[in-house]
């Protein structure tokens, strides 16, 4: 019989489905009916019948349309999440787009649903559309009065319908609601910039679109990425001129002129240009890369944070992460990163009975994965940082017609180092000559397997990655009769970006578990106190490893805290404070200290020291 694990609050329920026809309704109200079931006041819950939830897969986040059948949405073993609706539709604040101040986080974020679109930008897109307007009647008065009526027709047949249903050919699953809401708020924003011809009606009718998340059927295959997202691009429009799918959370999937109609919504009727205005640009590219950008950087600090616990769990040295060591080599990754580990591990701030327990061993030196964390782990920021100033740069550029090359490929390299060398560090707390613990992490080895085939499918994913990261840039397909000879391949390598950032994310929960695994076999002995924090909070969803137990809800319930950002905010505060009470002598030398021209001035000589 299938089984089906669904999130409640902070609980993880095994529901079983002996019909695969039933609905994912069904499913939220059976894990409701068993969360309630054993808890004296219900869990809060008065009447089971009339809760009002929303129901979105834990891995992805993507929604779940009550009215589906399990067996069309759901595979065995799949986790669902359950939210109040009351909690994940309130009251959304404002966001103003005009082209030129979105960032990657506030796209990620109107993903996610946190905000409502408004414009500020009227002036600059009337303007521009009034050119187009004005273009077309020059035609039409100086060019010949037949030449200017075919010219003016063919302008207004080619612009308009023609790409846009001819263009729909996109292949595979849908993107998820948070991704199509992504790709439209981009979308918008470009259009706001006044570069593009589109009218304010059209413009204002795709707010209205996005802020009563009616969202196109949008396939996420199909684009080289040459003359823009074409076909992804193609469908986004063509929802909203109420052709084709369409899905809401009132609605579910149905065709577009109903999903718009029951939101009191009418459909975009295009005027001249706006159908090339509405299909050429980067936006599934970018707003897949900002998301991919925004996920590395939350898992890249957190990566810190798990590497310093199993660290001390290895009984391993901070003397690495010394600041005046990493001044001499000045990468500015390399030098946050060394300064988070002394945060975390520094005795003198927070004492360790782990440390001071090994103080006076006899080791030489820790293994490179080990005390190499701000060489490996600071060039991996570094890469982040690079590639988000190019999709920052993109999300506010205008893109109606471009070739764009993609860092994104560089990015899915970079990112993958986390995990491959946390897959190593998975295996010396597994390896009992390595880590001075039970084999696997578990007594009566044998009989238990423990974190073996934990370790296994960290292995298993790292290995994917190593064929994920093959950069798709350098494998250019001609297209268009020749005419779009070089293509940059980007949706693929935005794709591809975001699986090897999943995968670096559950390698990174698989480790922050063994971690707080091993730490059990180190009692009474304490860590220092942010890392007490994390492993306090890790227990608050997953129990210690006692004996061998089905271990898939423990890797994805602390995967969604670190999707979450929990183990980051947890030890962020004891982070800034250990930096802010950095003495100036005791902070890292600053390349400027070693510059061999004087300085230009009296005011620069102060601001320099």
């Known amino acids: 019989m299938p089984r089906y694990t669904v999130h409640i609050r902070d609980e993880w329920l095994a529901v079983p489905c002996r019909d695969p026809t039933y609905t994912i309704q069904w499913l939220g109200y059976e894990a409701l009916k068993r969360y309630t079931k054993n808890k004296p006041d219900n869990g809060g819950i008065n009447a089971v019948k009339d809760i009002r939830f929303v129901a979105r897969r834990c891995q992805g986040q993507g929604l779940l349309d009550g009215d589906d059948t399990i067996e069309d949405v759901l595979e065995d073993n799949d986790f669902v999440e359950i939210v109040h609706k009351q909690h994940a539709l309130s009251s959304l604040q404002n966001l103003f787009l005009d082209g030129n101040s979105l960032t990657s986080t506030d796209l990620v974020n109107l993903g996610r649903g946190l905000y409502k679109i408004k414009h500020d930008s009227c002036k600059s897109v009337f303007l521009s559309y009034l ?34 249903t001819r263009w729909c050919l996109g292949v595979g699953n849908p993107l998820s609601p948070e991704r199509t809401r992504m790709l439209l708020a981009l979308r918008i924003n470009v259009l706001a910039k006044g570069y593009s011809g589109i009218s304010l009606e059209t413009l204002h009718r795709m707010i209205q679109a996005f802020n009563a998340s009616c969202l196109s059927f949008v396939p996420e295959k199909g684009t080289v990425g040459a003359s823009g997202d074409l076909a992804p691009l193609s469908h986004l429009a063509l929802g909203l001129m109420g052709e084709g799918k369409m899905w809401s959370p009132k609605s579910g999937w149905a ?19 706006e159908g090339l205005a509405l299909i050429n640009g980067t936006q599934m590219i970018t707003s897949l890369g900002a998301e991919a950008v925004e996920r590395a950087q939350a898992i890249a600090r957190q990566a810190d944070i798990i590497a310093a616990i199993t660290l001390e769990v290895l009984k391993g040295t901070s003397k690495a992460f010394d600041s005046d060591i990493h001044a001499l080599r000045p ?196 860590t220092t106190t942010p890392l007490e924090k994390v492993y306090d909070l890790v227990r608050s969803v997953v129990k210690p490893w006692i004996k061998d137990r089905f271990m898939s809800p423990d890797i994805e319930a602390v995967h969604r805290l670190l999707l979450d950002q929990k183990v980051w905010n947890v030890a962020q505060p004891y982070i800034e404070k250990y930096n802010m009470e950095l003495l100036p002598e005791s902070r890292p030398i600053s390349p400027t200290a070693f510059s061999l021209d004087p300085p230009a001035s009296p005011r620069k000589r102060i601001r320099l020291e």
């Not at 990112?415 to 007594?443: D, G, K, Q, T, Y």
């Not at 990174?508 to 009474?524: K, M, S, W």
Request: glycine content about 4%; some cysteine.
């Open 255 to 273: 065709d577009a002129k109903y999903v718009l109609e029951a939101h009191g919504l009418k459909p975009i009727s295009l005027k001249p240009k």
């Open 331 to 526: 990468h500015p990754g390399q030098i946050e990163v060394a300064m988070r580990f002394r945060a975390l591990l520094d005795s003198d701030h927070h004492p360790s009975e782990i440390a001071e327990s090994h103080r006076f061993c006899d080791r030489v030196q820790d293994a490179y994965t080990m005390r190499c964390c701000p060489q490996v782990h600071g060039i991996v920021n570094d890469t982040i940082d690079f590639t988000q100033k190019i999709i920052n740069t993109e999300i506010n550029s205008a893109t109606d017609n471009p070739v764009s090359f993609t860092a994104l490929d560089f990015l899915a390299i970079g990112v993958h180092e986390l995990a491959a060398i946390s897959e190593r560090r998975i295996e010396r707390l597994c390896n009992p000559s390595l880590s001075e613990l039970p084999a696997f992490l578990v007594n009566e080895g044998g009989l238990n397997s423990g974190f073996m085939i934990a370790h296994c499918t960290a292995a298993s994913l790292v290995s994917e990655n190593k064929v994920l990261c093959h950069p798709s840039s350098v494998d250019s397909l001609s297209t268009s009769a020749a005419t779009e000879d070089h293509v940059s391949m980007g949706g693929w390598a935005a794709r591809k970006a975001l699986r090897v950032v999943e995968h670096v994310e559950q390698v990174l929960a698989i480790e922050l578990l063994a971690a707080c695994q091993g730490i059990e076999f180190l009692r009474p002995l304490r």
């Open 131 to 164: 050119y187009i307007r004005y273009e077309h009647i020059h035609s039409f008065l100086f060019t010949g009065l037949v030449l200017g009526l075919i010219l003016y027709h063919t302008i207004l047949y080619h612009y308009t319908n023609f790409p846009i």
